[in-house]
């Protein structure tokens, strides 16, 4: 009988469905029938796409989500502006964030979680500052130390572990912390190696991380050979691209190398473990090339200024 009269009820309602809204209507029939309420969403209040004017909240501090038309412009300006200008250190970082994904970061970050080492600093997620790593004391340490090579490399070029930025384009929060990890771990490379940060030197060490890492940014970065001099454009295919293919692709991968557990051992210690051996000293070559032009410019302007001899 209460069914039959809900029934007449529903009826009702829907005779009235020329004078009222669909939403009137849905509501006055669910609630004479008894049925639950389940909320409805207006199209106002769906969720809005990813756009310019719409962006998801960022997954870390500093994270910047970009669309794919933002991300495909960034990867050919900071392209651009890196191959044209190599001392612009964020249009690198930016060139090699975009182009990390969506797969080369995420090989780096799975050859983190395979080894023992690298999961625990995935874990503990440690950053390099000159606070952290105590350069005072890192100079103390006895020579050819890691902590000794590493922070007589940063006095030597006039660097500091303090100028490497943020990651903000690798929307991943633990990828994002593996590229801030490889960025933290460059200049560590640098001291490994010897290569100094002249143009050249941060070629061969380029090419040596696209063997051993395969980010991207680190092999497109050795196109910049292009624009260097001839001469240490013909060294660097002569000593240094074989050097850096050759140890880059035997060596473990870098980026499982806790270095702040490393800072008190031998150099070579370390490096033989590695597998990396160090390449040709790249400032004294270049510095006998200088003294070699300043001996033939002399000896020309000495065969310029002597007076010809009247035959």
Not at 154 to 174: C, F, K, N, Q
Not at 210 to 215: E, G, I, Q, S
Not at 252 to 257: H, L, P, S, T
């Given at each position: 009988m209460a069914s039959h009269h809900s029934l007449s009820q529903c009826r009702a309602v829907l005779a009235q469905s020329s004078l009222a809204r669909p939403g009137q209507v849905r509501s006055a029939v669910v609630a004479v029938a008894g049925l639950?309420?389940?909320?409805?969403?207006?199209?106002?209040?769906?969720?809005?796409?990813?756009?310019?004017?719409?962006?998801?909240?960022?997954?870390?501090?500093?994270h910047i989500p970009l669309t794919r038309v933002e991300r495909l412009a960034l990867t050919v300006g900071s392209g651009l502006a890196s191959f044209f200008n190599p001392y612009r250190g964020d249009m690198i970082a930016a060139f090699g964030e975009v182009t990390a994904t969506p797969y080369f970061i995420y090989r780096l970050r799975d050859a983190m979680l395979a080894d023992r080492t690298g999961r625990r600093i995935l874990r503990d997620r440690p950053r390099m500052t000159s606070s952290s790593l105590n350069l005072d004391r890192l100079r103390a340490l006895p020579p050819n130390t890691v902590?000794?090579?590493?922070?007589?490399?940063?006095?030597?070029?006039?660097?500091?572990?303090?100028?490497?930025?943020?990651?903000?384009?690798?929307?991943?929060?633990?990828?994002?912390?593996?590229?801030?990890?490889?960025r933290e771990?460059?200049?560590?490379?640098?001291?490994l190696t010897g290569l100094p940060i002249v143009r050249e030197g941060e070629i061969a060490l380029k090419a040596f991380e696209?063997?051993?890492?395969?980010?991207p940014m680190t092999g497109l970065s050795t196109l910049s050979i292009l624009t260097v001099k001839r001469r240490e454009r013909e060294r660097f295919f002569a000593t240094y691209l074989p050097w850096a293919l050759r140890n880059g692709l035997?060596?473990?991968?870098?980026?499982?190398?806790?270095?702040?557990?490393?800072?008190e051992r031998d150099v070579d210690d370390l490096r033989a473990e590695l597998r990396i051996e160090r390449p040709p000293d790249m400032r004294d070559i270049r510095k006998k090339e200088r003294r070699e032009k300043k001996r033939a410019q002399k000896v020309a302007e000495i065969k310029t200024d002597s007076p010809s001899v009247a035959v």
């Open positions: 639950p309420v389940s909320p409805c969403t207006s199209s106002s209040e769906r969720p809005r796409s990813f756009s310019v004017l719409n962006r998801p909240p960022p997954n870390y501090p500093g902590g000794r090579e590493y922070v007589g490399w940063l006095d030597r070029e006039g660097v500091s572990p303090d100028t490497r930025p943020d990651v903000h384009y690798i929307d991943d929060a633990e990828c994002a912390y593996v590229m801030q990890r490889y771990c460059h200049d560590f490379y640098h001291a696209f063997a051993n890492t395969l980010l035997r060596a473990k991968e870098v980026i499982n190398v806790y270095w702040e557990e490393q800072l």
